[in-house]
């Protein structure tokens, strides 16, 4: 058994996420969301989906992107 690096939940069927070379272990898709996930630089939420890549910063939609005055917008 191995034990989740967000809840500390020791858990039989864990899994293993490497990103940028740190390989992370977690229970369940929730807490990887919590671990990797960016935030968007505008309304500070999850950015789950693919987002949207605007001057080098990451957003959670378009509008978020106009709001912050970002440019050019790349969906």
Known sequence: MARCDVCGNDYAHTMEIRLKGVTGTYDCFECAIHAVAPRCEHCGCRVIGHGVDAGG???????????????????
């Open 57 to 75: 910063k990451i957003f959670c939609c378009a509008h978020c992107a106009q709001m912050a005055g970002a440019h050019p917008i790349h969906a």
